[in-house]
């Protein structure tokens, strides 16, 4: 009969963000032990939380472990007896030692000789017993971003511990952990149901939740928190703000939702939009609230972890919090109005950037000077507006209202450029240089805010590196992977035709007026840095990896062409019968090619036979016709072409000695001859790294 599982443990209020990885690292260190302790069986394990408590249920635990096999091998045997075949201390004391008599030992052959042997059966423990040894070591080991100490107790963990429930098919599962042993009492809501209740499983333990006024499954807290914003705004005629990451925050905050609709003065509603919801969100976790033409309501929506006496009280006592708020966002946003973005440029002179790299102003001028390098090659007749964009992007930064709420940086520039009215253009660059603002998030849509963001992200990039701060590991501190895998987003959806070697040169190149260091290998380990990260974003959008491999190792520079390539390159070599014979074709000439080091130019007079005269005719050709099809991005074509050429490459292998000794000249030309030919190939891809 299989077994049911039930652990929570209680805790002083986990913080929001904590709770969602914390419960996913739960489960699955739970379940690798019991994987691991051969007792996971069929088990359906989950995991859920609120703010006070971690929980794990589980049905379809086998009673015991499994039994296991034993096999131990002792000394050998030349050792174990002596020559006239008695024990000898060694197999004696090998015997104490496994708990067996003499002879109970067998021997064993090996290369290395006899030697001693024991197999045995070993029964396996209950799974009770089990958890009980291990349970402790999974709830130490769970990962949080922060732990602390609390009292005398030596153990670290999220938030002080306050009680354990562990059953084991209704028996208590016994272990102690931060000094709090495991028991059957578990509490309610901590203001609607305080009492302590004995549960005896999990059916008795969900039903004590249900009216302890606690929801302890996340996803449903979610949907209530959902509904009763949506009821509560719907009562004033509005509906609230769309926004995942506020919901989860929310309903991460509170064991059983309520929901108020407040309102504050309408006066605020001249404020832009974002300093109103801003102070909402980030301080209060108020949901803001709109009318159906999208437009802001002097409304918000509160989540309480209680059911109100008096939800008219508990109103106002919100309103006068969030009034506090919006009043300082109005002061702040009042004195930031008194001077003009532009003048704040001499203000990014007192803010250090980086050491080593200076103040943000030193910062501004260099990436000013990349994008003017950026708007030359894509956007030449906006080089004003970029270097006008370049200046004003980052002067919100010394503004009050930023200061106050870093994640309007951007934001706020843009809101205070349309008031200074700057041209719609303009705004909107300011705030899109910073997108995207994480992996995965929405690019930006004006090429003049996608220049800017690209040359600030490169810097930042460039700079790191120069200074020897590159991420190493999984450490990644200051985002460098998240501006790369930017960069090399924007540059693909823009489709330009830039030279990603040229960009990191020219910002390299600036760099090295403030700082010493070696461009040509620091611009090897940038573009190397470049490569590993595009590889890795074209993994987790599924493509394979030997053709991500295959195209990247033949040519990276221009970012735009390297997913098309991908693309075309693997439907041909799935759907194409010329494949193989390319794939081979390149790489018996791939081969031959190892070890030469040196390149070489093709004499057309040194040719002596046919078949190079009529190889090196069909490479011309041939070169004449992939030079076009792959302005035209038909990489399809291209191969096409290349496969062609298995004849006329069979014909010169056969016919010729190509590592000739009888002329050193004669050897180079055809080296040469086959060089160009890879030249070819390698245009496209390297088709050696691809199965055939």
Known sequence: MNGELLLEIGTEEI?????????????????????????????????????????????????????????????????????????????EGFAKKQGVALDQISTVRTEKGDYLYIKRQIAGKSTR????????????????PKTMRWGSVGFSFVR?????????????????????????????????????????????????MK?????????????????????????????????????????????????????????????????????????????????????????FLAINNTLARDETIVQKGHERVLRARLSDADFFFEEDRKRPLK???????????????????????????????????????????????????KCDLVTQMVTEFPSLQGTMGKEYAKLEGYPEAICTAIHEHYL?????????????????????????????????MEPSGTADPYALRRHAIAILRILEAFDWDVSLVGFI????????????????????????????????????NGYESEYIDAVISAGFDHVHYVKPRIEQIRKYALESEKFESLALTFKRIANMLKREKIAYEVDPGLFQEECESTLWKQCREAGEGVKSSISDNDYEEAMDILAGLKGPVDEFFDGVEILTKESPDLRRNRVALLQSLAGLFLSIADFSKLSV
């Open 211 to 299: 009216k302890g006024f606690v929801i302890i499954d996340q996803e449903e807290r979610e949907k209530l928190v959902e509904e009763k914003i949506e009821d509560a705004a719907r009562r004033v005629g509005g509906k609230p703000g769309k926004d995942p990451e506020l919901l989860s925050t929310v309903a991460n905050l509170v064991e059983y939702p309520s929901a108020v609709c407040g309102r504050f003065d309408e006066a605020f509603l001249r404020l832009p939009d974002p300093v109103l919801i801003t102070p909402m969100k980030e301080h209060q976790k108020y949901f803001p609230v709109y009318k159906d033409d999208g437009s802001l309501m002097p409304n």
């Open 15 to 91: 913080p929001a963000g904590y709770l969602a990885n914390g419960l996913k690292s739960f489960l699955n260190l739970t379940l690798e032990m019991l994987r691991e302790q051969r007792v996971a069986g069929d088990t359906e394990l989950h995991a859920y939380g609120t703010p006070r408590r971690l929980v794990l249920m589980g049905r379809g635990l086998p009673q015991k472990q499994e039994d296991t096999t034993q096999e131990i091998t002792g000394p050998p045997k030349a050792v174990a007896f002596d020559k006239e075949g008695h024990p000898t201390k060694a197999a």
């Open 129 to 144: 017993e089990i958890l009980a040894e291990n349970l402790p070591r999974v709830i130490e080991r769970i990962p949080w």
């Open 343 to 393: 003048a704040r440029l001499d203000d990014l002179k007192r803010v250090i950037f980086q050491a080593q790299l200076g103040t943000s102003f030193e910062k501004m001028t260099r990436f000013r000077e990349l994008a003017e390098y950026l708007g030359n090659v894509i956007l030449p007749g906006a080089l004003d507006d970029i270097r006008m964009v370049s200046e004003l992007c």
């Open 505 to 540: 040169r020219e910002s390299l190149s600036i760099l090295k007026r403030k700082l010493a260091f070696e461009i040509d290998s620091m611009a090897d380990k940038v573009a190397q840095f470049f490569r590993e990260r595009y590889k890795q974003l074209m993994l987790r």
């Open 436 to 468: 995207p603002e994480r992996a995965g998030g929405k690019l930006p849509e004006s090429k003049i805010g996608a220049i800017v963001g690209l040359a600030d992200r490169m810097d930042t990039i460039c700079g790191y590196f120069a200074l020897g």
């Open 160 to 208: 002080p511990i306050h009680w354990i429930v562990a059953l084991f098919d209704g028996e208590i599962i016994p272990f102690t952990v931060a000094e709090i042993t495991a028991g059957t009492m578990t509490l309610g809501h901590r203001f609607l149901a305080p009492d302590a209740v004995r549960v005896s499983g999990i059916d008795e333990y969900l039903q004590v």
